[in-house]
DNA sequence: CAGATTCATCACAAAATCATCACAAAATAG
DNA sequence: CTATTTTGTGATGATTTTGTGATGAATCTG
């Protein structure tokens, strides 16, 4: 349910896998690494949105990590480091760095600032378009209200979301899967007719202009104004 | 093209330094102070438009800078801290204070949270209504009071700033995340739902017009008149 | 310091949404 | 025209999200 990614950067197995438990018991899915390079490398592949990092590693230390990481990301960074361990740094001003963990720490703590920092870096986003036209609806995703002739309609998340990605991308047609994957994300399991249900519903929530939800035939659907 | 000044006040050279890089990137113009008393000084000759002031520093801190300066100006004042350093007062109510930051920080936030300072000052010298109204509500800011139906309604500290940032931002949806860093502030760490008691009790206290507060279903709360 | 108020959190109830199924309707192929 | 495949749609139970009362901690007040 939770997409959220987090990367735990710690040299001690046994410190990852306490993290780790905690995270996933959250919701959280979790990626790790036993030391800078490696850090380095799954950071490449799996674009975490979030990295937990050591500071006291062996090789590459974390302050080398985070730097190196920061030439080319500004993904969320939560430095973990044992109490008294650089106290200076800790409580200066290191840049790029969104939060500390002082060892030992509560996983309650732990799971808070995690959650803070992914509100805070979320709210920094930039959101796209200020509004998408088209024919009688204009959708404003900032407010995330959508407009039929003038008027509030009302969808629910899902609905909202496949409506998105098909105005977006009018007049072209998206077979069932591509859909699942683009609206349901990857690793929705399960029946490729559960769209239908969906296109239904929006076509009812667009009631005259049902038509610019469009089946073609033996292929998928299509979002297109007018004809 | 921006003309927006800001004055760093910080007894470290090379907080002043980071912070002043990121600020000229973004395009605003910068002036430095490394103590209270050149800090007062650089107020006075140079006007800028926000001020950055750190809490910590040798002969003149931070909180008596801020009272100095509120004497003859508004300006708007964020400031700048260490985590856990007077935690109390940071939480507590500090008149004036327009926003603080802990360190540490990202430069990504630190730049969000100017703006948005500069866009709230901005806003209130343009507006600077005395009532704000919205439907059969009505919040006076400077005294703090509501009135609903014209009979005043008391609100809690924080139903009161809860409805007033939703009543300022009026049809539009915002997450509970996003309520919790405009209401609560970007250092609170706890659970989302608090956001829902709080909304209940507004509603409650909304009587016959608690639908004035709507559920998005799946994405947060927004307020809007009618219907 | 006692009593009141406010606040955050929890647990459970209520509501809305979602995925799936079964069958009807429509389109296509032969 | 008939069989087959594909799509439309109503119903349903499961899941997710939200509403709300209770509770104890923290804060304010007098």
Known sequence: MNNTK??????????????KIYLEKEGFS???????????????VSKPSLI?????????????????????SSVPIIMLSARGEEYDKLFGFELGVDDYIT??????????????????????????????????????PKSRQVFLDNEEINLTPKEYELLCFLVKNQNTVFSREQLLNNVWGYNFLGDARTVDTHIKQ??????????????????????????
Request: hydrophobic share 40%; net charge positive; aromatic share 8%.
């Open 103 to 140: 060892k030992p720490f509560s996983p309650k703590e732990m799971i808070a600032r995690i959650k803070a920092v992914i509100r805070r870096s979320s709210c920094f986003e930039n959101v796209s378009t200020d509004v998408l036209k088209a024919g009688a609806l204009s959708l404003m």
């Open 52 to 72: 937990i990092l050591d500071v006291m590693m062996p090789k590459i230390d974390g302050w080398t990590v985070l730097r190196k990481i920061r030439e080319e």
């Open 6 to 19: 987090i990367l735990i950067v710690d040299d001690e197995a046994k410190i990852r896998n306490v993290i």
């Open 202 to 227: 929006l076509r009812e929530k667009l009631r005259k202009h049902k038509k610019y939800i469009q089946t073609v035939w033996g292929t998928g659907y299509k979002f297109k104004v007018e004809k």
């Open 30 to 44: 979790t990626e790790e690494a036993c030391d800078g390079e490696e850090a380095l490398k799954k950071f490449n």
